[in-house]
């Protein structure tokens, strides 16, 4: 079997051969000799390849940092303000009677705990839960 033969080269599509000084001859190691045309055909073969490659990788890079500037630092490392909202609730299936209209009463407590608990639940289930922190019952009437 001779040398070269089934042996696969890379070259790059650039790249250029000096030849070996003939007898000290400072002029022949100075020429500059190209490849063969197996260069052109590589080359063709992986810039498709590489290209997509790079597209790829700038794909990732985007989208890491737009999750890192939309997302992540928004969250998480960027301060809060805090704010109040309030809302008016009816309760239509119950009856208010005397004793929801004292603060100190154990019914009053655990109508409002009750109520509490709901409107925690409805709240961590839309699409406002990072918002919500708590709630509180002042009155009912």
């Not at 089934?6 to 070259?11: D, I, L, R, T, V």
């Not at 063969?36 to 490659?53: E, H, M």
Request: glycine letters at 2%.
């Amino acid at each position: 079997m001779a040398l070269g033969y089934g042996s696969k080269k890379s070259f790059s599509c650039d790249q250029e051969v000096t030849p070996a000084a003939l007898s000290n001859e400072v002029e022949a190691a100075s020429q500059n000799v190209t490849l063969p045309g197996k260069t052109a055909q590589t080359c063709k073969k992986w810039f498709p390849a590489s290209l997509i490659v790079l597209i790829v990788i700038f794909i990732v890079v985007a989208a890491a940092l737009a999750w890192y500037f939309l997302e992540y630092r928004v969250w998480t490392l960027e301060p809060r303000i805090q704010q109040q909202y309030t809302a008016n609730l009816a309760i239509l299936n119950r009856n208010f009677s005397a004793d929801l209209s004292s603060h100190n009463n154990p019914t009053f407590k655990t109508e409002a705990k009750y109520v509490q608990n709901t409107l925690k639940k409805i709240m961590k289930a839309s699409s406002i839960s990072r918002y919500f922190n708590y709630t509180t019952v002042f009155a009912f009437g």
